[in-house]
């Protein structure tokens, strides 16, 4: 499920981090099926739902990145890195940058 979601997630980044609109109507797609499964499949695999203001599985990455009291903290981690080695930028979760 994660390389898939990441097969999207790269012309998407392509578009919101690095601004080539070439991309826009494979963002159109990714952001609501991320949304989607952030709610539902992302949820399940995780032990919970998304919090106030995490609307896509990259900001819930965000906040599993960093409790360490979770005992999958180092899968999230390795998710987040993948992501970021795909981001124009390196730097799309800033939460396992430090």
């Known amino acids: 499920m994660i390389d898939l979601l990441i097969l999207l997630l790269r012309p998407t980044l392509k578009y919101t981090e690095g601004g080539d609109v070439r991309y826009l109507p ?43 009291n979770n005992p999958d903290v180092h899968l999230y981690r390795r998710i987040a890195q993948k992501i970021n080695r795909i981001s124009p930028t390196g730097a799309h979760i800033k939460a396992v940058l430090t």
């Open 26 to 68: 494979i963002a159109l797609i990714a952001w609501p099926l991320d949304i989607l499964l952030a709610h539902t499949t992302w949820a399940l695999i995780t032990g919970g739902f998304p919090r106030k203001g995490e609307w896509t599985i990259s900001h819930t990455l965000e906040r599993l990145c960093v409790d360490w």
